[in-house]
């Protein structure tokens, strides 16, 4: 999906949420363990019932990878279900993935290919390892990559605020340096929501490119707060909640609460659309 | 496998040798492409000739999930075949993974559990995402990790070298902080051979921790210079070839190839041994 198919799903939909997919197996309702595939089955009934509100949904590999060889099976049917979905919403890979630039590329076609095994639009990337680690990425036509840049976790204070002599901080110079390498129609940031005052900084950096941002929701970021400082003219936010919609209710309704929670946040979405 | 253990088995076999499986179906040889698994077979055969030479195996996951679900199921055989030789040899997973502390345990259990598909002995982990995101590897018994630090790639000059205010360079950061998380017992550093220079600041840092040492061969660096500069009293390097050992030849013997090189540089780091 290109910059243009994006932004005018996001009009159409007047939504600019995902659909985290982290179809923790422990996590998931009781009453669906007895079906053949149950992560299968509950990302089935999740997409179903969130579509109409959501604009993007994000498999996050781990929690495939962790059901070894038969969880990236339900990972392959997830994507082969969205099959015929795929102009009404952008699939991204959560899989943060990196290494030299020979190797990198490996993982550009396992995960952006349409020749693999998914064909995903976008995959999160760690910066790490610079340019030839991000480049093989960029390669693949009208798909994304979206660069770690302040993620939302505890954590991101260790080595993303590390400050250089000219006030510079890690995240900033990867904002800034990445953009030597891709352009607002194939690269995106992660910036966590949870650092929502960040984000007057980051709109200095990188007013135009659209910003992933994780960590509304469980992990207590405002989604006010993220959409005050973070939408631009374009929108340029897709907006990420994963437990707080697919594990809101674990009965056997667990969809329609989920479907509830999703359209809750398209219609304040709505409103703040409205105002740019 | 701990690190007595580890260095045991550097001792006897007087090799700090890691050959890494980057089985790329388009490189292997050609006389393997009529069987069922050609993936599986070119392992199996390259660690049936070089296994008396080297101490470890690192598959890189890159040139298995670019093949798809079927690259992973020959992961796995690879992973089966080495069930008994789990005394001989120590076996990293290079996945470079790493996120949020909820989901770093998943991708633990994908990885280290020995409940699981695979049952490595380390995963190599990007540190951007800081210590929640690389804490919840350190808590598998005799497991480890082993974090990014200076890649061998040309990109490693993007942010490794971001230098503070004190100074103190990104990848130092990453070597100072992490030893906070983990211990010598759990926790190693990727140090590129192509830097060997810089391996007098890293043993500064982290004197006692193992290193990891990519680069060597394909990559430009030298067995001699990383030796020089990196060993230490318990050898303290587990030194990687990748192309230079299983792409050394294409032909019908390749596997009695990659068992040339792989002893010849065993017999290189024998040399090295006796001098410490």
């Known amino acids: 999906m290109n910059r243009k198919e994006l932004i005018n799903l996001i009009k159409e939909k007047q939504s600019y949420l995902c659909v985290g997919l982290d179809s ?32 993007a949904y994000k498999p996050n590999l781990a929690f495939y990878e962790s059901q070894g060889i038969k969880g990236l099976i339900s990972l392959k049917k ?16 959560d899989a943060k993935r990196g290494d030299i630039g020979n190797t990198s590329k490996q993982y550009a076609k396992a995960f952006l290919s349409n020749q693999g095994d998914y064909d995903f639009d976008a995959l999160t990337v760690a910066p790490y390892m610079g340019k030839d680690s991000v480049s093989p990425f960029l390669t693949y036509e009208n798909k994304w990559v979206v660069l770690l840049a302040l993620t939302s976790n505890e954590g991101a204070a260790d080595f993303q605020y590390f400050e250089s002599k000219n006030n510079l901080q890690l995240f900033e110079k990867v904002i800034i340096t990445s953009q030597q390498w891709g352009t607002e129609d ?13 984000f007057i900084d980051i709109r200095l950096l990188a007013p135009h490119h659209f910003l992933l941002v994780p960590g509304v929701g469980a992990q207590g970021g405002s989604l006010k707060e993220v959409s005050k400082y973070g939408l631009n003219t374009d929108c340029g936010l897709i907006v990420n909640s994963s437990r707080g919609i697919i594990f809101a209710d674990n009965g056997e309704d667990f969809d329609k609460v989920a479907k509830e929670k999703a359209m809750q946040m398209q219609i304040e979405m709505k409103s703040y659309l409205k105002a740019i």
Chains 1, 2 share one sequence.
């Open 24 to 55: 923790d197996i422990e996590k998931i309702p009781q009453c669906l363990m007895k079906e053949e595939d149950p992560v299968f089955s509950f990302n089935k009934r999740i997409i179903d019932a969130t579509l109409p509100y959501t604009i």
């Open 78 to 93: 997830t994507m082969d279900y969205l099959k015929d979905k795929r102009k009404e919403c952008f699939v991204i890979a």
């Open 186 to 198: 194939n690269l995106m940031f992660v910036c966590g929501a949870t650092k929502a005052e960040k």
